[in-house]
């Protein structure tokens, strides 16, 4: 039965007519033509599964019948399954090339690739333009879509076919000229863009191919191809390539015309001001060069190179401070390590060097910035220079205590604080400066009378009348309070509304780290840094390490040297603590990973390691986590040191509450209470908002822990 006649039937002839099917069937099962005739009769019947079950059929007796393959491709089509139906299109293409046009091998081919069977669209593509040989479209999106399968040769293969059978076209010319430019073969992509300007002469055409003369070096050349372009259809690229290439010729004032007439057709051309901006610095036309920069750094969101080059112009202008806030902007903007980082280090300490009203400020911004990028022994020369121009800004000096010093920059760091303790004796930080170098230099002895100096000068500036005392040459009892940790998590708050008590004298600097670094130098160096009248029972003293908490071993030697000295800790959200800690680093040059990259790394690094490893482990890279693990650093102080030497306090209560947590303070360590006019928060971190996945994975990676922390010390924090 033919397929016309069956759509003729009414209802009740294909019900006749099915059955008679099934019986020729019965009779004849080889017969792939009865399989057909029911599939056409199901499917007028809108039985779709049934029709498409018998074209299965017939094909699985005449595999290679190409017009059962689109009889079948119709009823899955019908049936909703659009990807099957085209393998049977694809099948039945193959079987009679001829049976379909140009066009519709090109819709098929677009088919098979929204449905990501690109081999099959590739073959469709090609059928197409094996059937009309001058299909423009299918030759472009033939060469694009195995461009996209990384198959660059093949498509240039297609463009080179479209060449041959279309020598006449200037459009295929271009495009192999194109395709070839993109892989940077300039001499055959010029060579193909002269053929399609002989053909049919066009801006875009001697646009590219003057681009493709500049990247060869004929200059001369791709001018002339600019200003033919220019004058078929003047545009601010073709403009700004001319402007290029005169640049390259030494035609500045050319160059110049060309970029402004850039910006005359396009004013927000961020690339040509640039341009403009290189050229006016090249001629020393310096306040020209700033406005063209300032312009650029208007439009461009990454404008790194331009603060540079604008820093130069400001500094030959003699306006140093602009000079310097560009060259600071620029650090900033540029990620740790970048190739232009020491061009622009080495134009910030330029202007310095040329600026005769630096402030000690000025190069102290510019050491900071110096170690956050860990550039250690210039950050030293930095500071030193800031100390040189004010010796009483104590910034300076703070930031020194935590600087690496590289052995052959010691001995100098040395004579610059002999020269302020001999000029200035009465700046006390600079006395435990001068210590610190000494110690590192293994000068102990001198260290520790620097120390000493140091710490009786403190206390007699602060509290003038104890002068009038009788101070003893050398503190022998302990100290009467450590703050052991956690970082980040306001021990410089705490250590400061202690110092404000008038019968705590505190030492040159919070951190002594005797414990961990300079135990070796012995009690006598530790105990010099604090005031010897302390050792009276009305003065209390003590010290900040708050790396302590890290190592079992510090809590040990506590008690094997001053077992009766309270120890207070504070314990901050290990979430923000370890996000604080990690930024903490990286603003001070210690680390150079993000937090991302560190936080994984870490995670994966304590899968693999014991309790008691972690538990004995003070310091590794990346170590935001583990310093974070508070029960397995916490848990051997109390061992060791037994409960009631503690005071353990929530960080976040604690700056909520300040005054009411100091009183719980002062009465801790026996002290009359002491209320302060305002409770600043000190040396607080910065950094960005953190990514709320990240966040979340390291909650709830702390979460048991932290339950662990609370059920061992009955106390609810309440971290979230």
Known sequence: MKESSLSELDSTQIEQAIASCLQQIAANPKKAELYVALGHLYAQQQQWQRAIKNFQQALTLKPDFAEIHRYLAAVLSQNGNDSLAANHLFKAAQLQPNSLSAQQYFKFAQTLQQ??????AIACYRSAIAAQPDFWHAYI???TLLTQQGKEERALEVYRQGVRHNPQNSNYYFALASALAARQKWVRASNNYQQAAKLAPSAKIYFHWGIAEYELHAFDQARSHFQQAAELAPSPEIYYHWGLTLTKLDQAEQAVSSFQRAINLKADYAAAYYQLGLIWQQLQQWHQAVSAYKRFLAL?????LALINLGLAYRSLQQYDLSLACYHEAIKRLPKGAALETEVFAGYQQTLAEYSQVTHNQYYQFAKLLRSRSRFPDAIAAYSQSIKLDPHFKNTYIDLQYTPVAPKQAAELIDLYRQIVAEHPEITIAWGN??????????VTEAIDCYRKGSYQKAIQTYPYLAKLNWQPEKKSAPDFIIAGASKSGTSSIYYYLGRHPQVLLPHKKEIDFYWSNYQRGIEWYLAHFPTIT?????????????????PQVAQRIKDTFPKTKIIILLRNPVDRAISWHYH?????????????????EIERL???????????GFYEPDNIISSLYIYKIKPWIELLGREQFLILKSEDFYLDPVKNMETVFEFLKLPNCTLENYPQVNPGTYNQVDFKLRKTLSDYFAPYNQQLEEYLGMNFHWK
């Open 300 to 304: 461009d969101s990454q404008p790194k």
């Open 115 to 120: 449905q990501a069977k690109p081999a099959r």
């Open 535 to 551: 050792d009276q029972d009305n003065f209390l003293t003590g010290e900040a390490t708050p790396n302590y908490l890290r190592f």
């Open 141 to 143: 999106t033939l060469a």
């Open 434 to 443: 001068l210590g610190d170098v000494l110690t590192q230099q293994n000068l």
């Open 585 to 601: 680093k990286l603003n001070t040059g210690l680390t150079k990973v993000n937090l991302e990259t560190a936080i994984a790394t």
């Open 607 to 617: 899968a693999s390691i014991s309790e008691a490893e972690i538990t004995h482990t």
